[in-house]
């Protein structure tokens, strides 16, 4: 990991957007400091490394949204105005 840790850190980011997280990507964005890290909330393991914790619709109940708004929740939470974006229709 440490290989990877330095070779995120090279890049210097910003930004990390994590949708599908697991613990140790998580904390692979924490240990490189980068910024503003968007990842999954409700995880105990390592929720509290987000700095935009965002709760997923879809695993507190919500089965009306659709899979791309509740993607969307993610840019969301870092101020993107996601407003203007259509659908296709199906």
Do not use: K, N
Request: proline share 3%; glycine share 8%; net charge positive.
């Amino acid at each position: 990991m440490s290989v990877l840790l330095g070779a995120v850190r090279a890049g210097r980011f910003d930004l990390a957007l994590l949708p599908w997280t697991a613990g140790r990507q998580a904390w692979l964005v924490w240990l490189t400091r980068i910024p503003c890290r968007v990842g999954q909330a409700d995880h105990l393991a390592y929720s509290f490394l987000f700095t935009h914790p965002v709760r997923v619709r879809s695993t507190r109940g919500d089965t009306e949204s659709q899979w791309v708004d509740i993607q969307l929740d993610y840019a969301r939470a870092i101020g993107c105005d996601a407003s203007g974006l259509a659908r296709a229709s199906s």
